[in-house]
């Protein structure tokens, strides 16, 4: 595969919402963003990933769009985005936008004008279907819980939405639709942005028979979409034409979020040709915990499934394709809390550092979410009133009071172990009120632990996992090895270490992580062959023989017979 920019960078994900607040209405802004774009750099990283700042009705926090090429008026105006991107570009900083183009909100213009008539030029500009005695056109289940079709009296006619009513699916069976998102696509990027993630993106090619989904329970009494749905017949053939028309023309970076997705469809979206995508994002190792309802589960996660699905990945997109590598995002709960230790602060502070390592040694592109440079964990609320998700507040709806699958309790317990809100909660800038997030009253909650886990707390001490994270960046630019070399797991059945190596020409890099609370043995063969320094570690010395409580090193190794080249 040819060395591509984005394949040395490191991408740090920011939820507007939360980030920084510059007006104290409690909501963070774009200009709460270019205030903070120092300590970015500071930090190291390359790409800023933006979640939605478009105009929207914010049903479901900005990923449902009502206007394309507008900004959301609580984020401020497109004179501060432009201002925002021209202050990165300066500073070395890229800026990619969230592509939401699955669906839209219901309150974009596109909607309102094909829910008028059938025979509204925008009618096929969305999926409607005819149900028979106003039901539905099939029983698929609305991953937000529910149907999936929303009966629109006007027309006699139901249109789909994968997720919320207010979120209805594109129809890229139309050439319109496809032409009318590309000319959007190309807009963004003459405006200067560096590249697109895309939000859901191997959904926006359905089956067209629309047969009925397998009632399994976890969508109630619908039917799984999934099959239908996900990866479908034309995904590929309409990213391709999105390459052609679009993305080949500038040199950008693109990552498709693409659930479900297996390792072999990975590689076609992210192929060596590079006719599609440069990277996807796989959600498989961050379902191993879930239950029979989804993220709605006390589970806790075993290290020989994270290992398993983790070496599949790794083994089986090496050269053929890219890996994204992250543990964190909008969607996904505080890493420290459900696959670290936040129990104290020197359990938290070694497995912060611990998760870090093991992720960042990995071959792929390193993402970083608001927050997780400084160890942010769940924030454990009390009441389930502090947890506004749509997602949940369904769920609950769902699996509470209509099927009393569990109590309220135990629902709140679920949510506190891997709810979205868990990553959303104001980003921690110092020890004062609200975190330094906003003067204001915040929009969701702040973790009550912001006088402990701050920025202002960690930037500039050597020990901090600020500072980790710093050293763990400037490792990936200086040592090629961490972009080139090849995975090698060196322990399969453990549940306990994570041993891996990576190995390019006469170069190894080894890789020992301790997930666990005990220390562990873990000898090191002692090899004559090599010279062997320790590149990271997160204590301050390094046994031979065993590994403390959530230690994790890292050593680069050279074959002796360089030293005479």
Same mark, same amino acid.
């Given at each position: 595969?040819?060395?591509?920019?984005?394949?040395? /960078?490191?991408?740090?994900?920011?939820?507007?919402?939360?980030?920084?607040?510059?007006?104290?209405?409690?909501?963070?802004?774009?200009?709460?963003?270019?205030?903070?774009?120092?300590?970015?750099?500071?930090?190291?990283?390359?790409?800023?990933?933006?979640?939605?700042?478009?105009?929207?009705?914010?049903?479901?926090?900005?990923?449902?769009?009502?206007?394309?090429?507008?900004?959301?008026?609580?984020?401020?105006?497109?004179?501060?985005?432009?201002?925002?991107?021209?202050?990165?570009?300066?500073?070395?900083?890229?800026?990619?936008?969230?592509?939401?183009?699955?669906?839209?909100?219901?309150?974009?213009?596109?909607?309102?004008?094909?829910?008028?008539?059938?025979?509204?030029?925008?009618?096929?500009?969305?999926?409607?279907?005819?149900?028979?005695?106003?039901?539905?056109?099939?029983?698929?289940?609305?991953?937000?819980?529910?149907?999936?079709?929303?009966?629109?009296?006007?027309?006699?006619?139901?249109?789909?939405?994968?997720?919320?009513?207010?979120?209805?699916?594109?129809?890229?069976?139309?050439?319109?639709?496809?032409?009318?998102?590309?000319?959007?696509?190309?807009?963004?990027?003459?405006?200067?942005?560096?590249?697109?993630?895309?939000?859901?993106?191997?959904?926006?090619?359905?089956?067209?028979?629309?047969?009925?989904?397998?009632?399994?329970?976890?969508?109630?009494?619908?039917?799984?979409?999934?099959?239908?749905?996900?990866?479908?017949?034309?995904?590929?053939?309409?990213?391709?034409?999105?390459?052609?028309?679009?993305?080949?023309?500038?040199?950008?970076?693109?990552?498709?979020?693409?659930?479900?997705?297996?390792?072999?469809?990975?590689?076609?979206?992210? %192929?060596? /040709?590079?006719?599609?995508?440069?990277?996807?994002?796989?959600?498989?190792?961050?379902?191993?915990?879930?239950?029979?309802?989804?993220?709605?589960?006390?589970?806790?996660?075993?290290?020989?499934?994270?290992?398993?699905?983790?070496?599949?990945?790794?083994?089986?997109?090496?050269?053929?394709?890219?890996?994204?590598?992250?543990?964190?995002?909008?969607?996904?709960?505080?890493?420290?809390?459900?696959?670290?230790? /936040?129990?104290?602060?020197?359990?938290?502070?070694?497995?912060?550092?611990?998760?870090?390592?093991?992720?960042?040694?990995?071959?792929?592109?390193?993402?970083?979410?608001?927050?997780?440079?400084?160890?942010?964990? %769940?924030?454990?609320?009390?009441?389930?009133?502090?947890?506004?998700?749509?997602?949940?507040?369904?769920?609950?709806?769902?699996?509470?009071?209509?099927?009393?699958?569990?109590?309220?309790?135990?629902?709140?317990?679920?949510?506190?172990?891997?709810?979205?809100?868990?990553?959303?909660?104001?980003?921690?800038?110092?020890?004062?009120?609200?975190?330094?997030?906003?003067?204001?009253?915040?929009?969701?909650?702040?973790?009550?632990?912001?006088?402990?886990?701050?920025? *202002?707390?960690?930037?500039?001490?050597?020990?901090?996992?600020?500072?980790?994270?710093?050293?763990?960046?400037?490792?990936?630019?200086?040592?090629?090895?961490?972009?080139?070399?090849?995975?090698?797991?060196?322990?399969?059945?453990?549940?306990?270490?994570?041993?891996?190596?990576?190995?390019?020409?006469?170069?190894?890099?080894?890789?020992?992580?301790?997930?666990?609370? *005990?220390?562990?043995?873990?000898?090191?063969?002692?090899?004559?062959?090599?010279?062997?320094?320790?590149?990271?570690?997160?204590?301050?010395?390094?046994?031979?023989?065993?590994?403390?409580?959530?230690? /994790?090193?890292?050593?680069?190794?050279?074959?002796?017979?360089?030293?005479?080249?």
């Amino acid at each position: 595969m040819s060395t591509n920019w984005w394949k040395k /960078a490191v991408v740090y994900q920011i939820y507007p919402r939360s980030f920084c607040d510059s007006n104290g209405d409690g909501i963070g802004d774009l200009n709460g963003i270019t205030g903070r774009l120092d300590y970015l750099k500071t930090l190291g990283v390359d790409v800023l990933w933006l979640s939605p700042v478009y105009q929207s009705p914010n049903a479901d926090n900005g990923y449902d769009i009502s206007d394309y090429r507008a900004i959301m008026k609580d984020f401020g105006t497109m004179e501060d985005f432009e201002r925002l991107l021209c202050e990165a570009h300066k500073r070395g900083l890229r800026i990619v936008m969230d592509l939401v183009v699955n669906h839209t909100s219901d309150e974009h213009a596109w909607f309102r004008e094909s829910r008028k008539s059938e025979n509204n030029p925008y009618r096929d500009y969305y999926i409607w279907k005819k149900g028979k005695d106003s039901k539905p056109p099939n029983n698929w289940g609305s991953w937000f819980y529910g149907s999936a079709w929303e009966y629109d009296q006007q027309t006699d006619s139901h249109y789909l939405h994968i997720f919320s009513k207010k979120q209805p699916d594109l129809n890229w069976e139309n050439p319109k639709v496809r032409r009318e998102i590309y000319d959007m696509m190309t807009w963004w990027l003459e405006k200067g942005v560096d590249g697109f993630r895309m939000d859901v993106i191997s959904l926006i090619s359905k089956n067209q028979r629309f047969p009925d989904g397998q009632v399994t329970g976890a969508y109630g009494e619908y039917g799984d979409l999934t099959p239908y749905c996900e990866n479908g017949p034309r995904v590929h053939e309409y990213l391709q034409e999105m390459n052609r028309e679009v993305l080949s023309r500038y040199d950008i970076m693109t990552v498709g979020e693409t659930p479900n997705a297996t390792v072999e469809e990975a590689a076609r979206y992210t %192929n060596a /040709a590079g006719t599609e995508l440069n990277m996807v994002f796989q959600f498989e190792h961050v379902a191993i915990d879930h239950g029979p309802y989804g993220k709605y589960t006390e589970n806790r996660f075993r290290l020989s499934d994270l290992i398993r699905v983790m070496s599949k990945w790794q083994e089986g997109l090496s050269g053929v394709g890219w890996n994204s590598l992250y543990w964190e995002n909008h969607d996904q709960p505080r890493s420290v809390s459900r696959f670290g230790n /936040a129990s104290t602060p020197f359990l938290w502070e070694k497995s912060a550092k611990m998760l870090a390592t093991c992720l960042h040694m990995l071959q792929g592109t390193p993402y970083i979410y608001q927050g997780q440079e400084l160890g942010m964990t %769940n924030p454990n609320f009390s009441s389930l009133e502090d947890y506004p998700d749509i997602d949940a507040r369904q769920a609950y709806e769902l699996l509470v009071k209509a099927q009393r699958k569990m109590s309220e309790e135990e629902f709140l317990r679920c949510v506190q172990n891997l709810g979205r809100d868990n990553g959303r909660t104001p980003m921690q800038w110092s020890g004062q009120k609200n975190g330094g997030f906003t003067a204001g009253e915040p929009w969701i909650k702040v973790n009550p632990n912001y006088q402990r886990i701050n920025a *202002q707390n960690q930037v500039g001490r050597p020990d901090s996992v600020f500072s980790y994270y710093q050293r763990l960046i400037r490792l990936r630019k200086t040592y090629e090895i961490i972009t080139e070399g090849t995975y090698e797991l060196l322990d399969s059945g453990s549940n306990t270490v994570w041993a891996y190596q990576r190995v390019w020409n006469r170069e190894r890099l080894l890789v020992l992580a301790n997930f666990s609370d *005990q220390e562990a043995c873990c000898p090191l063969a002692k090899n004559p062959e090599v010279t062997r320094q320790i590149l990271i570690s997160n204590y301050d010395d390094v046994k031979s023989e065993t590994l403390r409580p959530y230690e /994790a090193v890292a050593f680069y190794e050279r074959e002796r017979a360089d030293e005479n080249i």
